[in-house]
C-alpha cells in the first residue's frame, strides 16, 4: 500500500496514465500492421521484414540524436509530446490505407520510417523524465509502478487485438493505436517540470554525444549488459517479428493464436511487477541478469511444436523474468547516471541493446526458407541463452553493489540544488 501512494502524487499520476493510454493504443498497432501486411495480396515473409526493417532502422540511426536532444530541451515531455503526436499521425495514415483498400507497400514503409523516427525521440526522454518526477528513493517504486500500468494496458489491449483485427480488419485497430497517442500526448503536454538546467559550456551535438559515450564506456557493468541485450533482441526480433507470427499463421490459428501468446507474456509481465516490487537487491544485476534466461523459453517450446498452451505458459515465464531485469536495470542505472546525462546513456542503452535487431528481422525470412520456421527459432533460443551464460561470467555484473537513497538523503539533495539555484538566480 506505501508503493501505491505514489499514484497520489499529481505529477507522477499523470505521467503513469499518460504511459498506460499510449501502451494500451500501442498493443493494437503491431498486430494489426503484421496480419495486415501479410494479407496483402502477394506478401510474404520478406514483405513484414521490409515493413519492421523501416521502423527499426530509423529508430536506431537516430536514437543517440534523440538522446542529445531530450538532454538539452528544457522539459522533456515536449519533446515526448511531440514525438507521441507524430507516431499517432503515421498510424492514422495507415489505419486510412487499410481501411480503403490494399495498399501498395511504399506508403506502408513510409509510415513504418515516420514511427521510427518518433520512438527515436520518445524512449530516451521517457528514461530521462522519471527522476524529473519522482525523488531517487521512489525510483524503484515508479519503475515498478510505470511498468505495471504499462503491462495492464498491454494485457487488456493483445486480448482485444486479435479479435478486433478478425471481426473488423486491421484498420480500426490501427485507428485506435492512433487515438490512444493523441490522448497519450494531451497528458504528457499538461505535465508540469522543472526547467533541466545544462551545465555550462556544452553547446555541441558531437561534445554532447562524446560526454554521454564516456559516462556510458566508463562503466564495464552498463555496455557488457547492452551488448548481451543486443544480441538477444536479435534473436527476440526474428522470432517474435517474423518466425512466430508465420508459424502462427501457417499451423497455429494466425492472429488471434498469436496474440494470444502475447497475451501469455503481457500476463507474465503483471505478476513480474509485483515480484520486482518486492525485490530491493543489494546487487540488482546479479538477480536481474539470470531472469533473461526465460527469454529463451516460449521460443525454444515454438520450436519443438510445443501445443500453444505451453508455448503461452512460456512466454507467462518470459513475462515474470523480463519485467523484473527491466526494472532492477532501468532503477540501478536512474541511480547511478548522472541526471543531465541519462537521456543520452539511455539512448547509448537503446542504440546498443537494439543496433543490430534489424540483422535479425533481415535473417529471418532466409533462415525461414533455407532451413523451417522452427528449426530458425531453436537457434534464436541457443543464442540468448549464451548471451546470458557469458554476462554472468563478469565480475562487474556479479558484483555492481547499489544502495537505495533514503527519504531523508533526498530532501537535504533537494534543499542543495535549490540552493544553488538560488544563488545562481542572484548572481
Keep these: 500500500m506505501r508503493d501505491l501512494s505514489l499514484l497520489r502524487d499529481k505529477r507522477f499520476a499523470v505521467l503513469f496514465t499518460a504511459r498506460t493510454i499510449s501502451v494500451l493504443g500501442s498493443a493494437f498497432g503491431p498486430v494489426a500492421l503484421t496480419f495486415a501486411v501479410l494479407d496483402l495480396p502477394g506478401a510474404t515473409a520478406g514483405t513484414l521484414t521490409l515493413v519492421l526493417t523501416a521502423q527499426t532502422v530509423p529508430e536506431i540511426a537516430l536514437m543517440l540524436f534523440g538522446g542529445v536532444i531530450a538532454d538539452r530541451v528544457p522539459r522533456r515531455n515536449i519533446l515526448m509530446t511531440g514525438a507521441e503526436l507524430a507516431s499517432a499521425a503515421a498510424f492514422a495514415c495507415l489505419a486510412v490505407l487499410f481501411l480503403t483498400g490494399n495498399p501498395p507497400i511504399t506508403p506502408v514503409v513510409v509510415c513504418a520510417v515516420v514511427i521510427g523516427v518518433s520512438l527515436a525521440l520518445y524512449y530516451p526522454a521517457l528514461t530521462g523524465v522519471v527522476p524529473d518526477v519522482v525523488p531517487a528513493h521512489r525510483l524503484h517504486t515508479a519503475n515498478a509502478l510505470l511498468r505495471f500500468g ?231 533460443g541457443a543464442l540468448m541463452t549464451v548471451a546470458t551464460a557469458a554476462a554472468l561470467l563478469v565480475p562487474q555484473i556479479r558484483h555492481l553493489t547499489v544502495l537505495a537513497p533514503t527519504e531523508a538523503e533526498d530532501e537535504k539533495a533537494g534543499t542543495a540544488v535549490e540552493g544553488r539555484a538560488t544563488d545562481a538566480a542572484a548572481t
Excluded at 564495464?220 to 549488459?225: A, F, N
Excluded at 507470427?245 to 503481457?266: C, D, H, Y
Design 150 to 380: 504499462m503491462n495492464g494496458a498491454r494485457l487488456l489491449g493483445l486480448s482485444l487485438a486479435g479479435g478486433m483485427v478478425a471481426l473488423v480488419g486491421p484498420g480500426w485497430a490501427l485507428a485506435t493505436n492512433a487515438a490512444a497517442f493523441v490522448v497519450s500526448a494531451v497528458l504528457l503536454a499538461s505535465l508540469r517540470l522543472k526547467h533541466n538546467e545544462r551545465p555550462a559550456g556544452q553547446t555541441s551535438v558531437l561534445g554532447d554525444l562524446r560526454q554521454g559515450w564516456k559516462e556510458f564506456s566508463s562503466r564495464t557493468w552498463l555496455w557488457v549488459t547492452v551488448l548481451q541485450f543486443s544480441l538477444m533482441a536479435a534473436a527476440m526480433q526474428a522470432a517474435y517479428g517474423v518466425l512466430g507470427p508465420v508459424v502462427a499463421k501457417e499451423e497455429m490459428g494466425g492472429a488471434a493464436a498469436w496474440s494470444t501468446v502475447l497475451l501469455g507474456q503481457s500476463a507474465g509481465t503483471l505478476v513480474g511487477v509485483l515480484v520486482s516490487l518486492r525485490l530491493r537487491p543489494r546487487r540488482p544485476l546479479l538477480v536481474a541478469t539470470p531472469m533473461l534466461f526465460a527469454m529463451a523459453i516460449p521460443v525454444v517450446l515454438l520450436g519443438f511444436s510445443a501445443p500453444l498452451a505451453i508455448v503461452v505458459a512460456g512466454s507467462f515465464v518470459l513475462g515474470i523474468g523480463f519485467n523484473t531485469f527491466g526494472v532492477l536495470f532501468e532503477t540501478t542505472m536512474q541511480r547511478e547516471i548522472p541526471r543531465e546525462a541519462l537521456s543520452r546513456v539511455a539512448s547509448y542503452d537503446a542504440v546498443g541493446s537494439f543496433m543490430i535487431g534489424p540483422l535479425g528481422l533481415l535473417a529471418a525470412a532466409p533462415l525461414a526458407a533455407g532451413m523451417g520456421a522452427r528449426p530458425a527459432l531453436l537457434v534464436c
